[in-house]
């Protein structure tokens, strides 16, 4: 692919970047031609992420502007989080994001969800143990407070990135003897799937609500955000085909890698 400032960039390609900057747009100022002009390339391809920049004095030489025009175009762009300043080194384009988009309108499997924005759906910290179900549990489920419950915790990955912190609980009952060791054979990846192929349980609905909360200690560090970060809180109760609770859902997502849509049909009448 083909890089238009890079160090190793040519004089053709600076030529390309040259002419976008000076042709064509007389109503923005300078600064606003040359982000403008960069930010294009990014989105189209010919700018590679994660790239370093040709120096300030040599780049600015190169399209025919000040240091100073540079320098506030540079601003402009780091300010969007477009490129990135490594003090000491130099500038890069920053590497891209990968952002998810869930339809709170429909159930979604999150390594379904992954795959489907390109990404590749990985699993680290895979826990599975019984425990006493809370209120909270119980109540989602239909089983009485403090039976057993399977809690399969899992951090959740997008590539290497750590979108989400999820705890899954299945009710155990007087099933716990061969329910439970069968639920610790879950190798963490759709837990839809393993429940339709082990369990028999097929999960056709839910019902979810979804908050704003700030990460405590332990989730920020895990999804590497800062203490009191904004996450994602989704509580999702799934049912079968006969309308019984299967599986309750606790998860904290990464708002920076993550968010949640709702379409909403008008009225036409």
Not at 43 to 62: C, D, I, N, P, Y
Not at 244 to 254: A, C, D, E, T
Request: net charge positive; proline share 2%; no cysteine.
């Amino acid at each position: 692919m083909e890089t238009i400032v890079s160090r190793d960039g040519n004089e053709h390609a600076t030529k390309v970047l040259s002419d976008r900057i000076w042709n064509g747009m007389a109503r923005e100022n300078l600064a606003t031609r040359v982000a403008n002009a960069i930010r294009e390339q990014v989105h189209s391809g010919k700018l590679e992420r994660g790239v370093q920049l040709t120096g300030e004095v040599e780049f600015a030489r190169e399209l025919g502007v000040s240091r100073q025009t540079l320098r506030e175009a540079t601003h402009l762009l780091t300010q969007e989080g477009l490129l990135t300043i490594r003090h000491g080194v130099g500038t890069f384009v920053a590497e891209s994001p990968r952002y998810l988009s869930s339809r709170l309108d429909t159930m979604h499997s999150m390594s379904a969800l992954i795959r489907e924005h390109g990404g590749d759906a990985r699993v680290d910290g895979l826990k599975i143990r019984s425990i006493a179900a809370t209120a909270e549990i119980a109540r989602a489920l239909g089983v009485p407070e403090a039976s057993p419950v399977a809690e399969i915790f899992r951090l959740r990955l997008i590539d290497a990135k750590a979108l989400a912190v999820a705890y899954d609980y299945i009710a155990l009952l007087d099933d716990a003897k061969w329910k439970l060791p069968l639920i610790k054979m879950f190798d963490g990846g759709s837990i839809y799937e393993f429940m339709a192929a082990k369990l028999q349980r097929e999960l056709i609905s839910s019902k979810a609500t979804v908050t704003a909360v700030a990460a405590s200690k332990k989730h920020a560090a895990l999804l590497h955000v800062k203490t009191g970060f904004p996450l994602l809180l989704m509580r999702e109760v799934q049912f079968d085909v006969q309308r019984r609770s299967g599986l309750y859902s606790v998860i904290f997502h990464n708002s920076s890698l993550m968010e949640f849509t709702l379409v909403r049909p008008g009225d036409k009448s």
